[in-house]
Each structure stands twice: as structure tokens, then as C-alpha cells.
């Protein structure tokens, strides 16, 4: 047998989410690699991600990683899949990895992106990607507020409300905001994180940037474990995964190129 693991990009938008569905519920990133993967490989295929985006979620470094006895060379296997891939599916890079290698017990952590576009007009072009807020956002008080959830902290109250049970207490490496004509991007460097909490985040600050609730808050908010608590999630189409980390050094580095911009 052989290992093989993948580096996955997607546009989500048409997408049922990474996770395996019945057909009926739509094309999902599991399933359609599967299908791909053993018509390649000519053999039943299983794979296993590191991360489970939701509908509309979109990546542009999703972690997989396979176990096969086919006999196609790993480098020929991000071209062989493009003939059996939705248009809204790349695998950019494949490569041998020993047996062992599991993508959820081999990691450090995980970046997303978070982006807005803050114009009173709409972009059409970018509506895919980004959340549309009509209404001027205070950037600094978000840049405050991103400050205040970075550390080690039980995130229950920014959990999805249907959450799998499992530990709420995550750390959050860093919190960086870049503006830029109207686009603002939350990057969040995480070593995990519970259902919608990214979404959550970026859905709070946004309410600290119209004025609805305060930095001076999120003390009580955390501590208070409570989603009610807060607003709305923000919507699926504004996330992308961003990376995720298979060495401690570029984790760190990427935490560092976020604290010095």
C-alpha cells in the first residue's frame, strides 16, 4: 500500500462542503475526490481531510491524504484527476507519505481568511468571496477587538449551535486585519477550531466595527460560554482556509508576518 497525501483548493460556492453526502444533498469535496480517485487508481478509494468546510466555504489549502496500491505516479495524479473533477475542485500537488501519516494527528495549526467588502455599493465581482457590509467599520476597534480574543480560552460562546461535543478550549495564535479599497481581511492562526467559530469571530467584529458591541465585552463574553450572547454568523462565502500547518516553523512564521502587519 502506499500513502499518498493531496493539497486540495476549491471554490465553494456551488459546493455541499467538504464532507461526504447522499448524492441528493449536492457535490461535496469528499465525495467528488473519491469518485475521482478511484477511477485513477482503479480501485475503491477512501479519503480523510484535514478540515471539514461547511457549503459555501472555500479553500485554498485543504489537507487529504489516501492509501492505495495502484501503481500511477504520485506526480501525475493533480493532472489524471482534471478530467474527473467539478471545474470547482484543483488537487495542486500530490506526494508519497509514510503509512502512518494521518492529516487531523499531523498538524500545527490552521489559517483562515476572513474578507469583507465595506462600500456602500456592492462589488458583484467579489460577491462570491466576501461578505458584503453596507456600513462603515471602525478597523481599529476590530484590530483591538482580534487582540483581545488572541491566547488560550474556552471559545464556547463562538461555536456553532450545533457543535459536535468536543473541547472549547482552543488557542488563537493571532488575529491581523488588512484594509485595502474596501476589502478588509481577517486572517485567524489557530491550533483548532470548534463549528462556525471563525465565522463567529468575523461576525462579532464586525458588530465591534458598527459600534454594537464593545472591546471592553469580550472578557465577559468568553467567560460567559454562551452563543446567545452574540449576533448573527457571518455568511459561508467570505472564509477560505486558508493553510494549514505541517511544521512548526512556518506556523511561526506566518504568525510573525501576521503581528508585523
Known sequence: ?????????????????????????????????EKALSIICAEPIQIYGA????????????????????????????????????????????????????PRHNIFGKEYIYSIYNREIADPMGQRYHWHVKKSLDVEAMRQAGKALEGTHDFSTLKGANTTPVDPVKTIYAIGIKENAGR???????????????????????????????????????VAKDRKRIGKTAPAQGLVLEEIFFTTD???????RIKEE
Not at 499518498?4 to 447522499?22: E, F, M, N
Not at 481577517?186 to 463567529?200: E, P, T
Not at 512556518?250 to 510573525?256: D, G, N, S, T
Request: aromatic share 6%; charged share 20%; net charge neutral.
Open 184 to 222: 478588509i481581511d481577517i486572517s485567524v492562526v489557530g491550533d483548532g477550531f470548534l463549528y462556525h467559530m471563525v465565522r463567529n469571530i468575523a461576525g462579532l467584529l464586525v458588530d465591534i466595527g458598527l459600534g454594537r458591541k464593545s472591546v471592553a465585552q469580550i472578557p465577559e463574553l468568553l
Open 1 to 33: 500500500m502506499r500513502n499518498i497525501r493531496l493539497i486540495v483548493a476549491y471554490d465553494g460556492t456551488d459546493l455541499a462542503g467538504y464532507q461526504k453526502q447522499p448524492a441528493d444533498k449536492g457535490i461535496t469535496v469528499q465525495g467528488a475526490l
Open 51 to 102: 478540515s471539514r468546510t461547511d457549503a459555501g466555504v472555500h479553500a485554498r489549502f485543504q489537507v487529504c491524504a489516501f492509501q492505495t496500491s495502484g501503481s500511477i505516479p504520485v506526480e501525475n495524479i493533480p493532472r489524471a484527476t482534471i478530467a474527473h473533477l467539478p471545474k470547482d475542485i484543483v488537487v495542486t500537488e500530490a506526494i508519497e507519505i509514510p503509512l502512518d501519516w494521518k
Open 250 to 256: 512556518r506556523l511561526h512564521a506566518v504568525i510573525e
